[in-house]
């Protein structure tokens, strides 16, 4: 398959989705891997060390920039393949396969993806954006992503 393939035909569209899926599922392990920091047990001493390395560090926030162009990429290719994919058959299979013919999660693709869309969104609205804002590094002061992060969720302990 040659380069500009991979932008054009099926298959190579299909190939972005996963590439860009697994780049995402890489983030979400390193993201979650650090969110567990949150049960250290020590006033949130390490996971506010945590956010503040991942938000000061020059190679994470140009990571960041990558990771939202994967998620641009992953969502517009998906909406491309979706709407390809119904255009090319007009009129339904004669017998429907019901869930034979295919699993449940591949039938779901478009409504797990809105799920998890929404959830980035409120994700990104509670601590991303504060701790980027006029609350947070734009005055040269962080917040403390712990609190925040005890106040959402409602952590008393």
């Not at 500009?4 to 392990?29: C, H, P, Q, R, Y």
């Not at 478009?110 to 601590?127: A, K, Q, R, V």
């Amino acid at each position: 398959m040659k380069w500009s393939e991979m932008f054009t035909s099926s298959v190579g569209k299909k190939w972005v989705m996963a590439l860009t899926g697994l780049f995402l599922i890489t983030f979400l392990m390193v993201h979650v891997g650090l969110n567990a920091c949150i049960w250290a047990n020590d006033g949130g001493n390490m996971f506010n060390a945590g956010a503040h390395f991942m938000g000061s560090m020059v190679v994470i926030r140009i990571i960041e920039i990558g990771l939202m162009t994967g998620f641009l990429i992953h969502i517009i290719q998906g909406f491309v393949l979706e709407f390809e994919n119904r255009s090319k058959r007009k009129k339904g299979y004669a017998v429907a396969m019901g869930s034979k013919g295919s699993k449940w999660y591949s039938r779901s693709m478009g409504l797990l993806g809105t799920l998890i869309l929404i959830f980035l969104i409120i994700h990104l609205s509670h601590f991303w954006v504060p701790n980027r804002s006029n609350q947070g590094w734009l005055l040269g002061e962080e917040i403390n992503v712990y609190e925040r992060m005890k106040l959402t969720f409602n952590l008393n302990g």
